[in-house]
Structure formats: structure tokens, C-alpha cells
């Protein structure tokens, strides 16, 4: 039962189908793009509206923020499907997106707006004494961000596939087909909550970069 629990959550299984849906969240854009202009700008306008309206953010930063989303959302999605690997239930995956966001945005901020970046480090009327302290605090703070970002996003996924996997594999347990039909309907439930949870770590990964790029300004 454990081999098969956390078996989904194994790379090397199912090796050529996994690494073929791996590269849907790089295809999805070209996809779209080829798809019909005038179906795709009113879909990209909408979004664009909608954030915009939103956030007021610019269009540099709307593209930015809306292809972190999607990346994060597709991968998300991508491990919903049976058998396909969920990358997004790494570590190693989340981690390696995040840090480069991250440092990313440091070294830009660093570079651009270097003595703002500097002054942040110590809040306005701390006392002399303490910041030697507070500047290791905000240095500590900043540097684990890419690390809580990517654990905030793997356990959310890791509950909800392990979830998933504990009640689809008791289905077929119950002879009763009154016990069958509302199992399948609790995973069907929980395979719609599973898709709210996917939209909204898509949403807190990429609003939380785009507030450590704005911070860094």
C-alpha cells in the first residue's frame, strides 16, 4: 500500500509518459499561440484587464506575473492526471523556479537600487544598539524566502494527491455499489478541490515574486 501511495510521487515511473507531459507547461504557450488570434487576444485581454484592474500593474510586469502563473498552474494541473508524475510535489522543482525568481530580483534590485535595498535591511527607529541584529534578521528573512516558497507550494500538492490516491485506491474495496457511487463522488469533489487548491498556490507563488520583485524596487 505505501509502494503504490508514493509511487506517484516517483519520477521513474512511467518514465517516457512523465517527461512527455513535463514539457506541456513550455508547450502550452506555443500552443496558444497558434492557436485562433482572434480567440487568444480576447482571452489574454480579459486576463489582462482583470489583473490590471486589479494589481495596476504595468505590461512588464503582467507578462511577468502571468507567465509565473501559468507555469505554476500547468504543472499543478499536469500532476491531477493518473499516472503522471507531479513535479510541483518536489522540492527540488519548486525550489529551482523559485531561487532563480528570487535571485533574479535581488540582483536586480541590488544592482539598480542598491542603497534602498541596504537601508531596508534596518527599519526606521531602530535603536543602534540592535542592528547589527536586525540587519542578520532581514538577511536570514530574504534568504530563506525561495526555500518557503517552494515548501508552502509542495505540501499543499503533496496532501491533496496523497488524499486523492488514499480514496481512489478504496473504491474498488467497497462491493456495495450505494458505498462505490459516493466514494466516486467524494473523489470527484475532491478532484474539483484539488483544481481550486492548483489555481490558488499558482496565485500565492507568483503574487508573493512579484512582491519580492516590488520590494526590491
Given at each position: 500500500m505505501m509502494m503504490s501511495l508514493l509511487s506517484i510521487f516517483d519520477p521513474s515511473s512511467?518514465?517516457?509518459?512523465?517527461?512527455?507531459?513535463?514539457?506541456?507547461?513550455?508547450?502550452c504557450p506555443i500552443l496558444m499561440l497558434s492557436w485562433s488570434s482572434s480567440n487568444f487576444n480576447s482571452l489574454f485581454k480579459l486576463i489582462k484587464d482583470l489583473v490590471h484592474e486589479i494589481f495596476k500593474f504595468n505590461d512588464l510586469t503582467l507578462l511577468i506575473f502571468i507567465s509565473i502563473?501559468?507555469?505554476?498552474?500547468?504543472?499543478?494541473?499536469?500532476?491531477?492526471?493518473?499516472?503522471?508524475?507531479?513535479?510541483?510535489s518536489h522540492f527540488s522543482y519548486n525550489f529551482s523556479i523559485g531561487l532563480t525568481l528570487w535571485m533574479t530580483t535581488m540582483l536586480w534590485g541590488m544592482w539598480n537600487f542598491s542603497e534602498h535595498n541596504i537601508a531596508h535591511l534596518t527599519p526606521m527607529g531602530c535603536?543602534?544598539?540592535?542592528?547589527?541584529?536586525?540587519?542578520?534578521?532581514?538577511?536570514?528573512?530574504?534568504?530563506?524566502?525561495?526555500?518557503?516558497?517552494?515548501?508552502?507550494?509542495?505540501?499543499?500538492?503533496l496532501a491533496g494527491h496523497l488524499i486523492l490516491t488514499l480514496i481512489s485506491s478504496n473504491i474498488d474495496f467497497f462491493s456495495s455499489i450505494l458505498m462505490?457511487?459516493?466514494?466516486f463522488i467524494i473523489h470527484t469533489g475532491m478532484m474539483m478541490f484539488e483544481l481550486g487548491v492548483a489555481l490558488i498556490q499558482s496565485y500565492i507563488f507568483s503574487f508573493l515574486m512579484f512582491l519580492y520583485w516590488k520590494e526590491s524596487k
Open positions: 512511467f518514465m517516457m509518459f512523465n517527461w512527455m507531459c513535463s514539457t506541456m507547461p513550455f508547450l502563473f501559468v507555469l505554476i498552474f500547468i504543472s499543478n494541473v499536469m500532476g491531477l492526471i493518473p499516472y503522471v508524475f507531479c513535479a510541483t535603536p543602534l544598539v540592535l542592528v547589527p541584529f536586525m540587519v542578520l534578521v532581514e538577511i536570514v528573512s530574504s534568504l530563506i524566502r525561495p526555500i518557503t516558497l517552494s515548501l508552502r507550494l509542495m505540501s499543499n500538492m462505490s457511487s459516493s466514494m
